[in-house]
């Protein structure tokens, strides 16, 4: 399977991987309108979130999985584990609408890490025509509550760098922390939503505190900061001194640039998988992600641990 939260509705209408959201709009923060965002609450109030409970929705869920990651989709978590594994401390939840249909799902297996009783948010998915509606968000809390509630601290989950919606909603929104870049963590798959391309994904922490509720604010670039893109190489070993701060720039419709040019998209990737490895192995920490207005162009922030206060 291909990491955690990592599915979220594009312009497309297909799924990406991370994590958790849908919309329509590949710019964010959403510039929906006012009679759009009503809508939008009405919908939203009639979602219910609970876990999975019967035969039904074991079922419905893996037939969701294959929707979301296509019909070749191979690797969608059986009907049995989504069953056992709320019996050993596992989230297995399901987003369903007033005629009971599921929506959505997140699904989690707890485990030990470093000696600590950890959760690890391996899979979410949304329906295409739940798109805009939140609705990853609301499994997100939902899961986050009841891991809380567990006692259980610490979720991880992945994503893929390259979509920039994705980081923002993890990085920005759910005040998730990158622990580790893994090129190709999962392999060839046979998902129509990875053309080919190496599975690269940020592993992120967050805690089960609901105390984190506020968007995360991205500093601004300085004189100081190095711009890192596609076609710029990464600063080599002691060529120079470790600037303060680091922008690296993502397509902010990664799945845009795929349609039109595979090659493109795998020099984009290249690049980024380049200069996340310099930049996480010379203890730089990935701050946010920052959307420039004025060029619509997109950036993962990164600060020197040393440079932090």
């Not at 009503?38 to 219910?48: D, K, L, P, T, Y």
């Not at 039904?56 to 037939?63: F, I, N, Q």
């Amino acid at each position: 399977m291909l990491g955690a939260d990592r599915f979220w509705r594009l312009g497309n209408g297909r799924s990406s991987l991370c994590s958790d959201t849908v919309t329509h709009d590949t710019r964010f923060p959403s510039r929906r309108s006012e009679a759009t965002e009503m809508v939008a609450e009405e919908s939203r109030a009639a979602v219910r979130i609970r876990p999975l409970a019967s035969h039904d929705d074991y079922d419905a869920c893996v037939t969701l999985q294959r929707e979301v990651w296509g019909s070749e989709y191979d690797e969608a978590v059986p009907a049995s584990l989504l069953q056992v594994v709320p019996n050993i401390g596992g989230v297995v939840l399901g987003a369903f609408n007033g005629e009971r249909q599921l929506l959505g799902f997140v699904f989690g297996l707890t485990g030990v890490k470093n000696d600590q009783v950890v959760h690890w948010s391996h899979a979410l998915g949304v329906r295409e025509s739940a798109r805009n509606l939140g609705i990853g968000r609301q499994l997100k809390d939902y899961q986050r509550a009841e891991l809380a509630r567990l006692g259980i601290r610490s979720m991880y989950w992945t994503f893929d760098p390259l979509i920039a919606k994705n980081a923002h909603f993890n990085l920005n929104r759910l005040g998730a922390r990158v622990v580790e870049y893994v090129p190709d963590m999962y392999g060839t798959t046979k998902s129509p939503l990875h053309h080919g391309l190496a599975t690269d994904r940020f592993v992120v922490v967050c805690s089960t505190s609901p105390t984190i509720t506020q968007l995360r604010q991205v500093s601004d670039r300085t004189p100081n900061t190095l711009v890192l893109t596609d076609t710029t190489p990464s600063p080599e070993a002691g060529e120079t001194e470790l600037p303060p701060a680091v922008w690296i720039e993502v397509p902010t419709d990664f799945n845009q640039v795929l349609e039109a040019s595979p090659s493109i998209a795998a020099t984009w990737q290249t690049a980024i998988r380049r200069h996340f490895q310099w930049a996480l192995r010379n203890r730089y920490r990935v701050t946010g992600l920052h959307l420039d207005p004025a060029t619509s162009r997109s950036f993962y922030t990164l600060e020197l641990e040393r440079a932090i206060p």
